[in-house]
């Protein structure tokens, strides 16, 4: 299985309480909306009478990088927007997170929220790119919503995806763009990128309050938002050879081939073998702890922080599965997914006998430069 991600080449947010404000270079995402200004209690706009505060994120990835993905040819993929919480305030017990392909081209400009004086050299509220030297959004080639202040995005609602929310789950967003990628490769749609907003019942609802800011492209964190691509190259051959397949939950696993650091740009076999914690003794001539075995079909690999622990690649019953050949098991890494000059573990997860699933972690660790 493989996963391979690719990182934006512009993000920005747009505000209509804020309508010619560019954040472009902001280390933060926002997907809010704050209409209820007896919570908020911040102004409206200088000379406006407006109400609502909506927050929309812009977000692209470059065509290269588009075509890469391409080039795998799959037929069976998935790929996900990403984008990983820094903060949310009044969050509701449930919601939608929705997202749409863009429908014009905009420029990302270089400002931040809080600049004083605002910077205006970039997409806005109103306009995709700078002030009125650019165009307005226009809704002959999308759909705009808003209460009082004209503009915030236009997009296709053709293939809309969204993701819920309730109290229990994760806030991060992980959502679902499997079709709008693929209208991009066929060139059915232009790459303009995708836009992230609350669902129109709150955006719209005058009395609404909730507010999620996101890591953006521009954080000095290990959480930039992505686009995460997956597919299926699973295979499990093994050929003549006879060794047989771990059955009991004491085994342990080496990478003998884990070179310990990897260029950015690399992308690497890792080969495992699994062998039994405690060997049945038998007279031989060599040890046997040297006799490795085959995981079982249902087995998956995982990659995780090792400063942070937090999950780089979650198992996926998909889209992590360990392959093999007749010299073991192995899987396939992608490193320009990972951020570089940080440490990484790998782990493994395995279904024994269908009825366990055993989790190893040996400490295999693996660093990425530049």
């Known amino acids: 299985m493989a996963v391979y991600k690719i990182f934006p080449n512009k993000d920005s947010t747009i505000y209509s309480r804020y309508p010619i404000t560019n954040?472009?270079?902001?280390?933060?995402?926002?997907?809010?909306?704050?209409?209820?200004?007896?919570?908020?209690?911040?102004?409206?706009?200088?000379?406006?009478?407006?109400?609502?505060?909506?927050?929309?994120?812009?977000?692209?990835?470059?065509?290269?990088?588009?075509?890469?993905?391409?080039?795998?040819?799959?037929?069976?993929?998935?790929?996900?927007?990403?984008?990983?919480?820094?903060?949310?305030?009044?969050?509701?017990?449930?919601?939608?997170?929705?997202?749409?392909?863009?429908?014009?081209?905009?420029?990302?400009?270089?400002?931040?929220?809080?600049?004083?004086?605002?910077?205006?050299?970039?997409?806005?509220w109103t306009n995709t790119g700078p002030g009125d030297a650019s165009p307005t959004w226009n809704p002959a080639v999308g759909t705009m919503q808003y209460l009082f202040t004209t503009g915030g995005g236009t997009w296709n609602t053709s293939y809309k995806s969204t993701q819920s929310f309730d109290y229990t789950l994760d806030k991060d967003i992980n959502i679902n763009v499997t079709n709008a990628v693929l209208q991009l490769f066929t060139g059915s749609i232009s790459n303009y990128g995708f836009i992230i907003k609350h669902s129109g019942s709150i955006e719209l609802n005058t009395g609404s309050y909730i507010d999620l800011k996101f890591f953006s492209a521009d954080t000095h964190t290990i959480y930039p938002p992505c686009l995460e691509y997956k597919w299926n190259d699973f295979s499990f051959n093994t050929g003549s050879n006879t060794n047989g397949f771990i059955t009991s939950d004491n085994f342990v696993i080496n990478v003998g081939n884990n070179l310990g650091e990897f260029k950015r740009d690399t992308k690497y076999n890792f080969n495992i073998k699994a062998r039994d914690k405690f060997p049945t003794r038998q007279f031989t001539t060599s040890s046997v702890y040297l006799n490795w075995k085959y995981l079982p079909t249902s087995s998956y690999w995982a990659i995780q922080d090792y400063k942070t622990t937090e999950m780089i690649v979650d198992f996926d019953d998909t889209y992590t599965k360990i392959s093999a050949n007749s010299n073991g098991n192995y899987f396939t890494v992608y490193m320009n997914g990972l951020q570089p000059e940080r440490t990484y573990k790998l782990l493994v997860k395995a279904d024994i006998s269908g009825s366990e699933e055993v989790v190893v972690d040996n400490d295999i660790l693996f660093k990425v430069v530049r």
């Not at 209690?41 to 994120?57: A, E």
């Not at 429908?103 to 997409?123: A, E, R």
């Open 23 to 124: 954040a472009g270079r902001d280390e933060i995402l926002e997907v809010a909306v704050k209409n209820n200004t007896s919570i908020t209690g911040i102004s409206d706009n200088v000379g406006s009478t407006n109400l609502d505060d909506i927050r929309r994120s812009l977000i692209s990835f470059a065509q290269d990088d588009l075509n890469i993905i391409k080039s795998f040819n799959s037929q069976s993929f998935q790929a996900n927007i990403r984008l990983f919480l820094a903060n949310a305030e009044n969050l509701s017990q449930n919601y939608n997170i929705e997202c749409y392909p863009v429908s014009q081209d905009w420029i990302m400009g270089t400002g931040k929220f809080l600049d004083n004086p605002i910077t205006d050299n970039g997409v806005c």
